[in-house]
């Protein structure tokens, strides 16, 4: 996909309306906030305590010891039974961790800003995967200029377990419609070592800004027709020239980075496994799986030659993670159940990471297109932190609301933005 060419805004939040509504409330006397289905959306006025707690129960007495029989008795005094050992805590098992997520927001410092808000919208959930792209227009900002990526590398020094994701191209102009014979060209050129000082002076800055564990996703959807960077025209100078941009990167002192090899899911123009330049020089094999082509369903998706099942068993033959650092909605429109699908394919699968790819027609936060996939979306990952199983699916429920409590229709924006209805209790009076 070409995330640089779209950079949505994001309406900002009038907060008048809303403290007007909320005033007028509290005026007339305690209620709630409710939300809809799924979304676990904490209330925004504090519910109102029973006036008395009941009484505690007592507590049960212990049965009196019985009796020793008088016919038996022990001849020598039993040892003291050995108390037992409390079972120590233990951190939960990696293998049972919620997989890390984030999206693509922005490639600018925008994205960067961005990533605090989408937190917010998800009751607080834990974003530990951060998304950029580098230009690939000229070598320079293949090079990773150094104001492009402070932004990014000051996040990603935040905390200790984010992950940095850059997405790498591998030769310039490469959305420019290059045709099959220059590229391959160009491909044998860099297998040669002509681009080897590119790659080694994105490494040192990378290195240098203190992120030298970024995740690089390097050429990625190669085996389609989108990049000059593909990989169909010459396959074998592709993954010599792969080979020659990891050796080059991972020479550089103090380096410890991840190399993420991308294709788009299904076949595309090559299949995807032709291009696989080895396991030597692979760290992580990944998919950009968007919902197209149109009347393809999931099932399909993950059935299909070099499809999900075969990303998941050919990266597992090699004892490699997997990851997803594009998907989203496409050709099938407001598709809930493929957002619900993929969500619970990635918690069955546990990829290292994923990021959706948040703009129109992809995305669930910045696109307002895809009502129901965002609500699936947010009702499956609101307040999820990464510190524990992921929370299992459940059945949408019709919205409710609490006894002797009537919700205010205050319209589809004002409930938005306080986070759900707004239910005002019936018998507040007798209560004061």
């Known amino acids: 996909m070409n995330p640089q060419r779209h950079r949505p805004s994001r309406k900002r939040p009038v907060f008048i309306a809303t403290g007007i509504v909320m005033s007028a409330a509290l005026a007339i006397g305690p209620g709630y906030a409710w939300g809809a289905g799924q979304e676990p959306d904490p209330p925004v006025l504090r519910p109102v305590l029973p006036t008395t707690m009941p009484a505690p129960s007592p507590p049960a007495l212990p049965a009196p010891p019985a009796s020793p029989s008088p016919a038996v008795l022990p001849t020598s005094t ?12 233990t951190a939960p098992d990696p293998a049972e961790r919620s997989p890390a997520f984030g999206a693509y927001l922005d490639y600018g410092p925008e994205g960067v800003e961005r990533i605090a808000e989408l937190s917010t919208w998800l ?6 995967v951060g998304h950029t792209y580098l ?10 200029a150094p104001n492009f990526l402070e932004n990014w590398a000051q996040w990603r020094l935040e905390k200790d ?29 860099g297998a040669a070592g002509d681009f ?12 240098k800004l203190k992120v030298p564990d970024t995740v690089i996703v390097l050429g990625w959807e190669m085996n389609g027709t989108t990049y000059t960077h593909r990989c169909g025209p010459d396959p074998e100078s592709w993954k010599q020239y792969w080979k020659r941009i990891i050796t080059t990167m991972r020479s550089v002192p103090g380096q410890k980075f991840k190399f993420d090899f991308t294709p788009s899911r299904g076949r595309d123009a090559i299949p995807w496994t032709q291009c696989y330049p080895g396991d030597d020089v692979v760290d992580i094999i990944g998919m950009d799986s968007y919902d197209q082509p149109a009347g393809q369903s999931f099932a399909e998706q993950v059935s299909e030659p070099y499809g999900l099942q075969e990303h998941v068993e050919f990266a597992a033959a090699r004892n490699k993670p997997i ?60 307040g999820r932190k990464d510190t524990g199983p992921a929370p299992q699916p459940t ?5 409710t609301h609490p006894p002797n409590c009537s919700p205010l229709e205050l319209g589809d924006w004002v409930e938005y933005w306080l986070g759900g209805k707004l239910c005002m209790r019936l018998d507040w009076w007798s209560r004061r």
Not at 161 to 173: A, G, Q, W
């Open 78 to 89: 039993p040892a003291a039974p050995t108390p037992p050992v409390p079972p120590s805590p």
């Open 123 to 128: 009751g607080g959930a834990e974003l530990r």
């Open 135 to 144: 230009p690939g227009d000229v070598w320079s900002n293949i090079e990773g």
């Open 161 to 189: 377990d984010r992950l940095f994701v850059l997405n790498v191209p591998m030769l310039e102009r490469n959305e420019e419609n290059v045709g099959d014979w220059e590229v391959r060209s160009q491909l044998r050129k």
């Open 196 to 207: 080897d000082e590119h790659f080694r002076t994105l490494a040192e800055r990378l290195v």
């Open 323 to 382: 990851s997803y650092p594009e998907w989203g909605l496409f050709r099938n429109g407001d598709n809930e159940e493929y957002m619900r699908k993929m969500l619970v394919w990635m918690d069955k699968h546990k990829p290292l990471y994923n990021t959706v790819t948040d703009y129109c027609p992809h995305g669930v936060w910045q696109c307002e297109d895809n009502p129901k996939a965002s609500k699936a979306y947010r009702s499956l990952l609101f």
């Open 395 to 399: 059945q949408p429920v019709a919205p």
